[in-house]
């Protein structure tokens, strides 16, 4: 999903149609879906300001898993929500 960078609201799929269509950008039904999408999104990148949506994720490890990889999964972790080291484990929750 792509965002407005100022409101960071949702760009509807008609406002992305729009450009694509202002773009001379055609999907191609062939063609994969992910390697059309890694050539349009520069060029929407162009004609309108976007940017990708941030994804809320969780995860949960036993504690003995956790204190070998706890540093490593903070430094990813952007905007840490929760970290909570109860019940024999660990769970990080964060915007990444």
Do not use: C, Y
């Not at 008609?14 to 694509?20: E, G, H, N, P, Q």
């Not at 773009?23 to 162009?46: T, V």
């Amino acid at each position: 999903m792509v965002v407005n960078p100022d409101t960071k609201r949702p760009i509807p799929t008609s406002v992305i149609d729009k450009a694509l269509h202002e773009l001379h950008f055609s999907l191609k039904p062939n063609r994969n879906a992910k390697q059309q999408a890694l050539e349009a999104i520069p060029k929407l990148r162009e004609a309108i300001r976007l940017e990708r949506a941030k994804m809320r994720i969780r995860i949960a490890m036993p504690s003995h898993e956790a204190k070998i990889t706890h540093s490593r999964l903070k430094a990813l972790f952007s905007e840490l929500e929760l970290e909570d080291w109860a019940e024999g484990g660990l769970e990080m929750v964060s915007l990444f």
